[in-house]
């Protein structure tokens, strides 16, 4: 397992933008894919958005042409950019990594402590 350490949440009006980062530690960054995860008060975990080490993408339809994920390998950091950001996004957002290129969703085993992001109307 890898240690992740996300930042960059917080609170925005609707309509604004917002990006967290996450840093990863160890030496496979590269060849893992990475998501991001949200929980909202009272709902289920569900992926928002994943990369994986060959650089495709998936995005949630709740979130597709608003958010963007990327990676820098070099930096051992994936990225969700957040754009017209709407109530309904206002959850923990986790990082998560999968030790596989593929990061099928059962894949995903490390996970960070989580950043609070509060969209207000």
């Known amino acids: 397992q890898v240690q992740l350490t996300e930042s960059g949440g917080g609170l925005v009006q609707a309509g604004g933008s917002l990006r967290v980062s996450c840093v990863a530690s160890?030496?496979?960054?590269?060849?893992?894919?990475m998501g991001w995860f949200r929980q909202a008060p009272g709902k289920e975990r569900e992926l928002v958005a994943r990369i994986r080490s060959s650089g495709s993408t998936y995005y949630a339809d709740s979130v597709k042409g608003r958010f963007t994920i990327s990676r820098d390998n070099a930096k051992n950091t994936v990225y969700l950019q957040m754009n017209n950001l709407k109530t309904e996004d206002t959850a923990v957002y986790y990082c998560?990594?999968?030790?596989?290129?593929?990061?099928?969703?059962?894949?995903?085993?490390?996970w960070g402590q989580g950043t609070q992001v509060t969209v207000s109307s």
């Open positions: 160890g030496r496979t960054f590269s060849s893992s894919a």
């Open positions: 998560a990594a999968s030790p596989t290129a593929l990061g099928r969703l059962a894949d995903f085993n490390s």
